[in-house]
C-alpha cells in the first residue's frame, strides 16, 4: 500500500493589509487500483485581511484580523474493495467462496469545509480568537451486508455527515517588572449530524435502485451503534427496554426503610 503526492503552495500579500493562499494536493493512491478515478486532487484557498491596518479602529482595539478559508480534503477508501478476495479455509485445504461484490467505481472519500474567523487584540492585555467551521463529509463507504448474487456482501459509498462548531478564546497577558501573568478561557461546540446514508443507491447486478435509512454497526451486548439518517456519529442504542405497567408507564419499584424504635 503506497501513496505518491504533488503539493504546491502559493502565498501573495498586499501592502502588509490583504494575504491569499492557494494550495493543491494530488493523490495516487495504490487503494484505487481497478477503479475508474485513478488519482484525486483536493485543494484550500484562505484569505485575510487586517483591518487594522486598513481603517482607523477605535483606541481600545489594538489589532483586528478576519480570516476565511475553503478547503476540500480527499481519502481513499480501504484496498482490495475494487478486486475480488478470497480466503483460504486450511481446514478444507481450499478457497472460499468471493467475498464481496468488485466495485470499480468506487471514488474517494471528501470532505468539503469552510471557515470564517477573527483574531483582535483589545485594551493592551486582552486576546480574542473566534471560529466558525461547516464541513461535510461525502462518499463515504458502507458495508450492509446485503448479499448479491454469488457474493456474500456489497459496499455500497453514498452518505454525507455535516459537522459544524464554534471555538471561542479569550487571553489575559500582562507583565509587571519581573512576573508575567497569563491566563485564559476557552469555549468550544461541535455538531454532527448525518444528512444521508444510502439514498438511491445502485445494486451493480439487477440495477435496481434502493435506499437505507438506518444501519447497525455493530456493538456490545445489548447496545449497539445504529447509524441514523437525522442522527449523529457515534449514537448508541440500547436493544433493553424499561419495565412498564399495564399503562405503558414506566415501572418504579419503591424501597421504604424501616427503622427500629431505639431503645433505652
Same mark, same amino acid.
Given at each position: ?11 501573495? !500579500? ?7 493562499? @492557494? ?7 495504490? $487503494?484505487?487500483?481497478?477503479?475508474s478515478t485513478s488519482s484525486f486532487f483536493y485543494?484550500?484557498? !484562505? ?8 481603517? $482607523? ?23 482490495? =474493495? ?40 483589545? =485594551? ?21 451486508? =446485503? ?17 459544524? !462548531? ?11 517588572? %519581573?512576573?508575567?501573568?497569563?491566563? #485564559? ?9 448525518? =444528512? ?11 440495477? %435496481? ?9 455493530? #456493538? ?5 451503534? *445504529? @447509524? ?6 457515534? %449514537? ?8 412498564? %405497567? ?11 426503610? *424501616? ?6
Amino acid at each position: 500500500e503506497q501513496t505518491q503526492s504533488i503539493f504546491a503552495s502559493v502565498e501573495v !500579500g498586499w501592502k502588509s493589509m490583504l494575504y491569499l493562499t @492557494l494550495t493543491g494536493r494530488n493523490d495516487w493512491a495504490s $487503494q484505487l487500483a481497478n477503479s475508474s478515478t485513478s488519482s484525486f486532487f483536493y485543494p484550500s484557498v !484562505g484569505l485575510s485581511g487586517v483591518i487594522s491596518e486598513m481603517v $482607523q479602529l477605535p483606541a481600545f482595539i489594538d489589532y483586528m484580523k478576519v480570516r476565511g478559508s475553503f478547503s476540500s480534503v480527499g481519502m481513499p477508501y480501504p484496498r482490495n =474493495l475494487t478486486s475480488p478476495t478470497y480466503e483460504y479455509d486450511e481446514t478444507n485445504q481450499g478457497w472460499k467462496p468471493k467475498t464481496h461484490y468488485p466495485i470499480g467505481d468506487l471514488k474517494p472519500e471528501r470532505t468539503n469545509s469552510f471557515e470564517v474567523g477573527m483574531n483582535m487584540r483589545f =485594551l493592551k492585555n486582552f486576546e480574542l480568537d473566534v471560529t466558525y467551521y461547516n464541513a461535510k463529509t461525502m462518499n463515504q463507504t458502507f458495508n450492509p451486508e =446485503l448479499p448479491v448474487g454469488e457474493y456474500a456482501r456489497i459496499y455500497i459509498q453514498t452518505g454525507a455527515v455535516r459537522n459544524q !462548531g464554534l471555538e471561542l478564546a479569550l487571553n489575559y497577558n500582562n507583565t509587571w517588572k %519581573d512576573f508575567t501573568w497569563n491566563t #485564559g478561557v476557552t469555549y468550544s461546540m461541535n455538531k454532527n449530524k448525518i =444528512l444521508t446514508l444510502a439514498d438511491n443507491a445502485i445494486n451493480p447486478i439487477t440495477h %435496481d435502485k434502493f435506499s437505507i435509512s438506518s444501519l447497525n454497526m455493530g #456493538g456490545l451486548g445489548s447496545t449497539r451503534f *445504529i @447509524l441514523k439518517e437525522g442522527g449523529s456519529m457515534g %449514537d448508541i442504542y440500547s436493544l433493553m427496554d424499561l419495565k412498564r %405497567d399495564a399503562n405503558g408507564a414506566v415501572y418504579i419499584l419503591s424501597l421504604i426503610h *424501616i427503622s427500629e424504635p431505639t431503645r433505652q
